[in-house]
């Protein structure tokens, strides 16, 4: 007997979310389900900065006073938040979050160059210390943001959770960041839609995957435009400024957390994007600014 198909939608993340799973009935899927849910949930809980009881929250808090200590969870995700700025030449930089103060993208106003610059004296990915079990951000209003990263790291956990408990078919999405577990019971493929970055309701290419990742980095998703430009919520660590050069990247990748890693650090690199994502090995679907797609290998699957 096939197991059935089942699905979850829920909200997390500020993002409409879903867990797809096969199992044998009902009660069983939704046990894996909830479970898979909590996983994300606790993720959100520790590491969101709007949460007063994060772990993120904790650290911003005592920035220019004292140290905080870290459990090895957070520890190795600051451990991969330091290689994702050596591996983008700074561009990709969890101290960046203070930049928003300027920035409030439901209302169309650029901020002036001296809201700016004080911010900026506040984005050093270096000067943060860390050792010991513990971290310590040196200058007081800095803040760490795991807003870059952390949708992928929970889809991947949660993917990790239900292969852990026997699951072999199914993904988990989270708005758009998507981690599979295994094809559909009848070994097709999932045929997954790219969003056309110009029109909300379309899409622009489609996709056909049964393991690894598909993650989507996009000037479309918190934006606003002024007199024919728009400014989007990926902002320049340098100069405070939101990137222009791409619409939308999407990677293809073994796991959510590197997909959404590379095609961020290709949305913040602009011209030079093109060649980062050659250079990583993966497939691409990415769309210029002037509409132009450019991809490499973007149909197949990776191997879990």
């Known amino acids: 007997m096939v197991d059935g198909m089942y699905r979850f939608p829920f909200d997390a993340m500020a993002s409409r979310c879903e867990v797809r799973l096969a199992a044998p009935d009902g009660h069983a899927a939704e046990e894996l389900?909830?479970?898979?849910?909590?996983?994300?949930?606790?993720?959100?809980?520790t590491y969101s900065r709007y949460r007063a009881d994060s772990i993120v929250s904790r650290i911003n808090a005592a920035a220019g006073r004292y140290r905080v200590e870290c459990d090895e969870e957070t520890a190795q995700l600051l451990d991969y938040a330091d290689h994702l700025h050596r591996a983008s030449d700074g561009l990709f930089d969890i101290t960046s979050g203070v930049l928003r103060r300027a920035w409030d993208f439901r209302?169309?106003?650029?901020?002036h160059a001296r809201d700016l610059a004080p911010l900026l004296a506040l984005v050093d990915w270096t000067a943060v210390q860390r050792g010991d079990g513990a971290?310590?951000?040196?200058?007081?209003?800095?803040?760490?943001?795991?807003?870059?990263?952390?949708?992928?790291?929970?889809?991947?956990?949660?993917?990790?959770?239900?292969?852990?408990?026997?699951?072999?078919h199914g993904y988990v999405n989270l708005g758009g960041d998507m981690r599979f577990?295994?094809?559909?019971?009848?070994?097709?493929?999932w045929s997954i839609g790219i969003q056309d970055p110009r029109k909300a309701d379309g899409t622009i290419a489609s996709i056909a995957v049964s393991h690894g990742?598909?993650?989507?980095?996009?000037?479309?998703?918190?934006?606003?435009?002024?007199?024919?430009?728009?400014?989007?919520?990926?902002?320049?660590?340098?100069?405070?400024?939101p990137v222009s050069h791409w619409r939308s990247v999407s990677v293809l990748a073994p796991l959510a957390v590197l997909g959404g890693s590379v095609s961020t650090i290709a949305m913040?690199?602009?011209?030079?994007?093109?060649?980062?994502?050659?250079?990583?090995?993966?497939?691409?679907?990415?769309?210029?600014?002037?509409?132009?797609?450019?991809?490499?290998?973007?149909?197949?699957d990776y191997a879990s």
């Open 268 to 300: 913040l690199k602009e011209l030079e994007g093109l060649s980062f994502l050659a250079s990583s090995g993966l497939a691409y679907f990415a769309i210029d600014a002037t509409g132009q797609a450019h991809h490499h290998s973007i149909s197949g």
């Open 181 to 189: 577990i295994g094809p559909q019971p009848d070994g097709r493929l």
């Open 135 to 168: 971290v310590y951000l040196p200058r007081a209003g800095m803040e760490l943001d795991f807003g870059g990263f952390g949708k992928e790291y929970a889809a991947d956990r949660a993917c990790a959770l239900l292969q852990e408990r026997g699951v072999r």
């Open 33 to 45: 389900a909830l479970a898979a849910i909590a996983e994300v949930r606790r993720i959100e809980r």
């Open 213 to 241: 990742a598909l993650t989507t980095s996009g000037d479309y998703e918190r934006f606003f435009d002024v007199d024919g430009k728009r400014y989007c919520h990926v902002l320049n660590p340098r100069t405070g400024m």
């Open 107 to 111: 209302q169309p106003r650029v901020p």
